[in-house]
């Protein structure tokens, strides 16, 4: 059975390679040889082409490639109030490789105002035609977890309940927002429910003094508060992340040390699940998906390397799937962006929009 709403049955987690033009305008901006008005003309045509070629793989839902921004998440948080960005250390350490060193920390109360990303919104949307425009945004939790307490200024929230509860207002007023802007596909963006899976990070939680399974009930409840009131006709999904930058990864194990808290217990309308290889464990914590309208969205297509996947593989661990949930519930997506950062994944554009093309046809052909 095909679906006309979101999550389509052929999905996209949300970031494109960046094209040649961007990178050259993002340098000539660094360097004070082009204004901030002359680089938002370069990505607004190259966001306006990224959805056509979107729209020609097949799909029915386009997002922006996230062109205009650096990091998948320091970007949406610079623009809340109460938070600052700042030159880290050192960068995040992925497989074998580290990132810039980036940071953020809340130095203010938390609150949702004229974010940029609204207006990022509206012009995606005044280009989307009659597909279904997409705007992702790191989830909540994010903010808490790289940092932890010591990342939240003390004068501000010495007690972290406080903290979490404007956390949770902030993403609503953010979620109501974005659908008076006219969003009505929101995605949000989470590599903490992966760590909770990971042995290895889990202890790293425990020697920087925190509980992982009080995070995970935590976080739980931040996102239910912040889903409260949700309008009817806006589909909220979760992307579940376990790292992605320059086809790096950091976190590894199955789903269950999560599932009946996220699965059964967070009022999402969409899970994206990455299923891309051994790492990701079994299909049987989807058993904890929520009969109904609640969505699982299997990324077993890779966006870390440029080789095709069979077909008749993809099909199989679908079909593998439904033994855990019904197949309605089910719809196919790449594991995740092909760009978290603006550094992208190690494989082409070709590669990209073929990997694209091979989930609309194994959708096509499934449902």
Known sequence: MQRTTAPFRADVVGSFLRPAAIKRAREQFAAGEIDAAALRRVEDEEIRHVVEQQRAAGLQVVTDGEFRRAWWHFDFFDGLQGVERYEAEQGIQFNGIQTKARG???????????????EDFRFLQSISGDAVAKMTIPSPSVLHFRGGRKMIDAEVYPDLTDYFDDLALTYRDAIKAFYDAGCRYLQLDDTVWAYLCSEDQKQQIRERGDNPDELAHTYARVLNKALEDKPADLTVGLHVCRGNFRSTWISEGGYEPVAE???????????????????????????????????????????????LEDPQSVKARIKEATQYVDINQICLSPQCGFASTEEGNNLSEAQQWDKLRLVVDIAKNVW
């Open 261 to 307: 808290i996220l699965f059964g217990g967070v009022n999402i309308d969409a899970f994206f699940l990455e299923y891309d290889n051994e790492r990701s464990g079994g299909f049987e914590p989807l058993r904890f998906i929520k009969p109904g309208h609640q969505q699982v969205v299997l990324g077993l297509i890779t966006t870390k390397q440029g080789e």
């Open 104 to 118: 953020v920390r809340v130095t203010g109360k938390l609150g949702f105002g004229d974010h940029p990303m609204l």
